[in-house]
């Protein structure tokens, strides 16, 4: 997102939780922000949004090194783990929903399970979820018909996440872990390759890899992927 | 048995809940949670010390971080994909501070986590 409003720079951070999600208060205002829609929903900008929204990729660092030629990184005071943390991957653990985000909930959709884990891909148009049990079941990958659009959503091995991208194959094969797609272009690492083996950029709708119980309260009207 | 697709904690709305039915199940929520705008009774808000906020004024290469041995291998990173540039961030720390914010050659940028 970017975090000009009229013209000024606003300050954020992070105050807390709603709807099972985080919420950000601008320092110049006071208001509350929701963190995925960067919309503000309390404070003197109440419904003003953010633009500029950008995808925020969960990656392994050989495969970020694969996809960037030159990518920076910030890094900050907090210690850093040495080994993978229980933030890797999101799908390992699947704990209970804690009471203190339970309680910023004002109602729950019961259509997936509270804690599943899946891909939730938006535009302007539509909002779909993709349960990750659905696309490992479909051989890690799936491609369906995303607002007009051919999109290939995987289990990425190299980021150990759900991952999305558009695509013009109608399908696709594993070997080894390269997704060979029947256009000749392939993923390996991470990264989108052509039939040459020349390094492609991939166009990625927005997206979060997430649990269901958030995304569901962000989007209300999603639609679930259905084989 | 039938799950209503929206379910409440308190048992004294269940009469909007039955209303609700007549509504399809997507549209309901979506009117329902406009209508009730922000409850600040329901949001758990911290104080403001809590989670210091990330303000990024330097970076670096992910190899020159490889090398001096400020992330290894096994660090799991989140790439930010923004019009004002690429950023990497290491997941545990925004974990903690859940976002982050900076400019890049004076276009400014902010991710949250």
């Known amino acids: 997102m970017t975090p000009v409003i009229d013209g000024k720079t606003h300050h954020f951070e992070f105050r807390g939780l709603y709807d099972g999600v985080s919420i ?7 208001g509350y ?3 995925i829609t960067g919309e503000c929903l309390y404070g003197p900008l109440e419904g003003a949004r953010l633009a500029g929204q950008s995808n925020l990729l969960h990656m392994s660092v ?3 090194l694969n996809v960037y030629d030159e990518l920076e990184i910030a890094i900050s005071d907090r210690p850093i783990r040495g080994s993978r943390s229980r933030w890797w991957p999101l799908a390992e653990s699947v704990p209970a929903l804690p009471d203190r985000l339970r309680n910023t909930m004002a109602g729950e959709d019961t259509r997936r399970p509270t804690m599943d884990v899946g891909l939730g891909v938006w535009n302007q148009n539509v909002q779909r979820y993709y349960p990750m049990e659905l696309v490992t079941a479909s051989n890690d990958y799936v491609i369906d018909e995303f607002d007009s659009r051919r999109l290939l959503i995987y289990f990425d091995p190299a980021g150990h996440a759900l991952s999305a991208l558009y695509t013009q194959a109608t399908s696709a094969e594993w070997r080894e872990k390269e997704l060979v797609l029947n256009t000749g272009e392939f ?5 989108l390759y052509g039939s040459g083996g020349n390094r492609l950029e991939a166009e990625r709708p927005m997206q979060l890899f997430t649990r269901w119980y958030g995304y569901a309260l962000t989007f209300p009207t999603t639609e679930i992927y259905e084989p | 048995m039938p799950q209503p697709s929206l379910v409440r904690r308190s048992s004294h709305l269940w009469p909007t809940l039955t209303l609700l039915t007549l509504f399809t199940a997507a549209d309901s929520r979506a009117q329902e ?4 705008g922000f409850d600040l009774d329901r949001a758990f808000i911290l104080d403001s010390t809590a989670n210091l906020p990330f303000y990024v004024t330097e970076t670096r290469s992910v190899r020159q971080a490889l090398d001096e041995g400020a992330i290894n291998e096994a660090t799991a ?3 930010m994909e923004h019009r004002a540039g690429t950023l990497a961030f290491v997941v545990d720390q925004l974990a903690y501070h859940h976002m982050a914010q ?12």
């Open chain 1, 24 to 30: 950000l208060m601008d320092r110049e205002t006071g």
């Open chain 1, 33 to 35: 922000w929701h963190h």
């Open chain 1, 62 to 64: 050989d495969q970020a």
């Open chain 1, 187 to 191: 993923i390996r690492g991470g990264a």
């Open chain 2, 33 to 36: 949670r406009a209508d009730q």
């Open chain 2, 77 to 79: 990173l989140l790439v």
């Open chain 2, 102 to 113: 900076g400019d890049i050659d004076g276009e400014h940028w902010m991710v949250s986590f």
